[in-house]
């Protein structure tokens, strides 16, 4: 049977592999290392990539902790389990420019000491200008690997993403989305061993998925009502992540460690009253894409990009 | 006995007289005004200014709705009580300089369809940099308005304001706080008519209190450096204004009007991974006055300012 620290080193194995890419993409900056340790029991490392050549500011943590068992978890789990145990890989990357997409990744672990346990992840685009021929290349990624492992996960899990990376105040999903799964247990179908393997092969379709894209606008100008559109967007981001995000708030709720659960917060982000794009323009067509249901994968055909 | 027309009539006329005294001060910009109607029934006046002389970002709301009571106001209120009225004065300023504080205003009534009413209120400074002396005059304009009506008031909703302008997950407060109070109902000791004129009153501070701070402040010098920690601070406030405040959330939960809720966000804030402020710095001592129970009020005997 497969262990927790077993678990746990693949996950710090597929953190180091996507620093080095990220920092070979990037070609100046390189990630710095904060270890860290937890209140109760484990700890993390943050790492955290700043004023690079492409990336402004981006955070690849790895954590794995254990304590007593949140209230608010009591109705997820078995009615005996009082201890958990948590490892995961949190990823966010905030570009210079807004050519580039924001991403995010995560996977992730949960088990308690009653026996229960179960993998979530998910990877999601948020360009600041949609590239229609990018978001289909990127989601194709995403049914890639998917469809290895069960021709139900893609349309369910791209759903899911849908769904969960939604801004409902603003009814506007955050970017183009992706895949969230969260809840995968073993069961008649799917061994903790195939799980395990699917959420490891959706860690390292990060770099596939994403790298292209960077590699491909990273050297397009921009023009500064463009960056300011990149900073709407972020700040879109910000009201995300503090209001919505589910490991945002459980880190705040739990008292995590506050400095690597913000490290997805871009450096900076700004918000006007009341804005609207003008008519026509790519900032408005940005928004009419900022929604549930497009199908991305076959949107377009011509999957080549760069 | 007083009716809710006649709140709202005079809360408008607090709005109107803080624009009025803002505008003077700032000695550039003008409140524009947006007039929008409540998906259920009212609406409201956002008068929104932005960059003048002094002010890069603010807002000043009136709303007076109605609509059916949300679910989780029910154990606030009577038994049979099925809608509710709510009306008030919210304001954020943002000022450029980091050397002038943000400031934040709200007077508010609510009353449901079953003879529920109260109303509520507060004003608190969140300063860049800390000034001992400013820190002070402002927290007296505040015991001086409460020791009017109350001598219990400034004591406890002072405290009530350390608790709420509070950010958990930083344990630090928002600023240098001020007062807060909520659900005062007319009892033994206090009719309707008197609370109404205390929390006008309130409303009536908000100048007294703010113009002598922004005109001793508006023209003092400030660095690159110093501009970086305000963006910070508006970040620090961003964090608290999605997370924890309850008007924020309130009108995110109730599908409010997005954009007059949001307008208290800055046009620029920051977050920089793990940043600690250097020894002895004047950033690390603004922080160290970031937490309850700081007794303004008798910290400086000197309220002179200017």
């Known amino acids: 049977m497969i262990t927790k620290e077993t678990i746990a080193q693949e996950f ?13 993409e990037d070609g100046k900056a390189v990630f710095n290392l ?15 990539i700043t004023h690079g050549n ?5 955070g690849v943590n790895f954590s794995a902790v254990e304590g007593l068992l ?10 005996d389990a009082t201890h958990f145990f948590a490892t995961g890989v949190s990823i966010v990357i905030h570009p210079y420019s807004p050519q580039v997409p924001i991403i995010h990744m995560n996977i ?15 990877i999601d685009l948020t360009p600041t200008y949609v590239n229609v021929d990018q978001a289909s290349f990127f989601h194709q990624c995403m ?12 349309p369910k899990f791209k759903a899911w993403a849908d769904d969960y990376f939604f801004i409902r105040h603003r009814n506007e999903t955050r970017g183009i989305g992706g895949i969230f799964f969260d809840y995968l247990k073993p069961d008649a179908g799917r061994t903790k061993e195939e799980l395990f393997a699917f959420v490891c092969d959706v860690g390292r379709t990060f770099l596939k998925a994403y790298l292209p894209i960077v590699s491909a606008n990273k050297t397009i100008p921009f023009t500064p ?37 913000l490290m997805s917060l871009p450096e900076h982000a700004s918000w006007l009253y009341n804005y609207i794009p003008a008519k ?27």
């Not at 710090?12 to 070979?24: F, M, P, V, Y």
């Not at 904060?34 to 955290?48: F, L, S, Y």
């Not at 967007?233 to 992540?241: D, K, L, P, S, T």
């Open 34 to 48: 904060d270890a860290w340790k937890h209140e109760v029991a484990g700890g993390g490392h943050t790492r955290v």
């Open 143 to 154: 049914k890639d690997v998917c469809d290895q492992y069960d021709a139900s996960y893609y």
């Open 225 to 261: 009502e463009e960056k300011n559109w990149q900073l709407l967007r972020r700040g879109r981001y910000v009201e995300f992540n503090l209001v919505y995000d589910r490991g945002t708030r459980f880190g705040l709720e739990t008292a995590g460690r506050i400095e690597s659960i």
């Open 12 to 24: 710090q194995r597929i953190q180091q592999e996507i620093c080095s890419g990220l920092e070979a």
């Open 108 to 122: 992730r672990y949960f088990e308690t000491n009653a026996g229960d346990s179960w993998f979530g992840g998910g």
């Open 54 to 58: 492409v990336i402004e500011k981006g």
């Open 70 to 79: 949140p209230q608010f978890m009591k109705d997820k789990v078995s009615p």
């Open 280 to 306: 026509e323009s790519s900032e408005e067509k940005t928004l009419s894409f900022l929604r549930k249901d497009v199908d991305w994968v076959t949107m377009n055909e011509n999957k080549a990009i760069g």
